[in-house]
């Protein structure tokens, strides 16, 4: 057997996204720009993903959904074109984000503070949470931005949204939120919730790799990232990728459907294989609340085992799943959002991140929990600083210890 539990990394494609994708690589390829009929034929298959993902984020206009190459793409537009209209083309000079968004909010932070904008990047509570009091105290006349994520990648912890956005519009501050981790997994309705500027990728709800989208609010004015042609009436240039982007529509469409069954299903699964890691393996324990996660995430800390060394345990066993980012998986460096709520260096670790999908089967978590359960026996049997639990000379099982 073999499991693949690292679906915040990524998603296997959908066989019937697959299915819905393959007539537009070679039946259907004509550049959508094109006046000719093999150009036009693909503009019903267009038309019909933005319905798909303007449904799906019940947003409320159609015009309001623009293809990108990947949710980094939809986060760098945002972020470099506010700094050039309402930064360098306006009075403000302050942008708030926090200190766990994804490497690529965070590093075009870097980026821009080094162009001479003043980032503030605010703090989580100990459930890995930035509060929306914490985003109103930070914000003043010159703040241009305020970026903060739906849920966050190596947690799954749900942000409080819907108060961040109403506080943000009350003070007149643009909100941009990066929703990848949110899109597909947990209702986000544009409607009942206030937001400017949203990111999403489809291969994160089991569409491809490769295609993104950003909600713009009301088509509002944003000066595009990518300069050229006319394409997608001029706001992104670059012939649009339309087997990716039909695949998007398709994917984003099954993964939303039947949201609150396919939630439900995940949930059962990962609650169980959470609570069992917790029970059967002393010294462990999970970041964030679970209500008030995404349904498929679990970070897990396992005292005394370095989470590079479950990595590498976990995948002899063929089981796939991370200490944190993908992005970040090659440095070795510590889980930041841990780091964050502020565990130790030693503590941030031992993190490991398991993400299910709707694939994820019964057998498969039994499989895991299996696994992981002998992964963390055989290294801490080899760890210099645990000492393995041993049964007393009563009999009795005396708690693991941190040394
Ligand atoms: N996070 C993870 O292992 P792209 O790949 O550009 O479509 O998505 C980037 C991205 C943006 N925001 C969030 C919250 C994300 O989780 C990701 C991708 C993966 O956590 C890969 S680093």
Redesign the pocket.
Known sequence: MQVYMDN??TTMTDPQVVEAMLPFFSEVYGNPNSLHKFGTASHPAIAKAIDQVYKAVNAADEDDIIFTS???ES?NWVLQSVWVDHILGGDKDHIITTEVE?P?VLSTCKFLEEQGVKVTYLPVNEQGVVEAHTVKSFITDKTALVSV?WAN?ETGMIFPIEEIGEICREKGVLFHS?A??AVGKIPVDLQKVHVDFLSM?A?KFHGPKGV?ALYIKNSQPLSPLLHGGEHMGGRRSGTLNVPYIVGMGKAIELATENLEETRRKIREKRDRLEDALLELIPDTFTVGDRDNRTPNTILISVRGVEGEGMLWDLNNAAIGA?TG???ASEDLEANTVMLAIGADNELAHTGIRLSLSRFTTDEEVDYVIDHFKKAVERLRSISSSYAKVKPTPGGEVRECELH
């Open positions: 915040n990394a990947c949710a980094t986060n994804h690529s994520m990648n990066d990848v981790q990728s291969h993104g991370s980012s993908a992005c």
